[in-house]
């Protein structure tokens, strides 16, 4: 019985040792100078999520937000002997209403907080394409290509060497089913070693919707058509977040290197729909 009580008071003793350690240890982090500074600057770096803005079967995505890890902030800069506003260690915040939840809504527009705009294309034909994808890569700018299944199909390898744009399906010149999705989206994962994410619908089909939805993807609206007059319809109606649909014509070709110094006279970048439409907050 003795051996018993000896054995639990130093279970005890041992108890509480560890935890008057514990306290100790954090009494002393929290006077620490790298510490105080970390929660001086707490509120300053956090940065609220904004949620998506959902219309009717419309949807504009939102941002997420951010919050700064004190735990793994305060290790790195110990490490280091100094606080570091570059050593900050920040945790994500995702918005309530998001794209991501919401896929079943027609995408219009990127969130304007970005100063960013996409250039789309429908790609079914090689016409006028060299004579684009040349401007384009002398103006540095990505662009986003809706590629028909049957080009898609003739063209992989071409489309394979492109370098950096990004390049989606468009089903059979618009017309999406279940078949020729799965197999496009399949073939550019394949050829492209990225995902597909992105339906394209011009004029807001439901079928297209409900389709792409199902498959997990996204669908997308342009918020500006510019066809013979592209120039003129990206003056007019250029704002941050629009999703720009040129034509593969010879009114593309002749205007698209001064839509491009207009696009970024105004201030905007010109990023690919993953750029564009993430909510991921910039660093």
Do not use: H, W
């Amino acid at each position: 019985m003795k051996n018993i009580v000896k054995m639990i008071g130093l279970f005890s003793l041992i108890g509480f040792s560890f935890f008057y350690t514990d306290k100790v240890i954090e009494v002393i982090r929290e006077e620490d100078e790298i510490m105080i500074e970390l929660s001086s600057v707490e509120d300053i770096y956090k940065v609220l999520p904004v949620n998506a803005n959902v219309l009717g079967n419309t949807i504009v995505p939102g941002l997420e937000g951010r919050t700064i890890n004190i735990d793994e902030s305060y290790k790195k800069m110990k490490n280091s002997g100094i606080f570091n506003k570059n050593l900050i260690v920040y945790d994500s915040v995702l918005p309530e209403v998001s794209i991501n939840n919401n896929r079943d809504k027609f995408i219009i527009q990127g969130n304007n907080n970005k100063q960013m705009v996409s250039i789309l294309f429908i790609l079914d034909s090689d016409k006028y394409f060299d004579e684009i994808n040349a401007i384009l890569n002398s103006k540095g700018v990505m662009a986003n290509y809706f590629v028909s299944y049957s080009y898609l199909i003739d063209n992989s390898t071409k489309i394979k060497e492109i370098e950096g744009n990004e390049f989606y399906s468009y089903g059979d010149n618009g017309k999406y089913n279940a078949d020729n999705l799965l197999f496009s989206n399949n073939l550019i994962s394949r050829i492209r070693e990225e995902e597909a994410f992105y339906c394209l619908a011009e004029d807001m089909k439901e079928e297209v919707l409900e389709l792409c939805s199902n498959n997990n993807l996204y669908t997308v609206v342009p918020t500006i058509i510019g066809d013979k007059t592209p120039y003129t319809m990206v003056k007019n109606n250029l704002t941050s977040g629009s999703m720009i649909l040129l034509s593969m014509n010879k009114e593309t070709v002749r205007e698209l290197s001064t839509i491009i110094d207009y696009i970024k006279g105004k201030g905007f970048k010109i990023g690919t729909l993953s750029e564009l439409l993430s909510e991921e907050l910039s660093s």
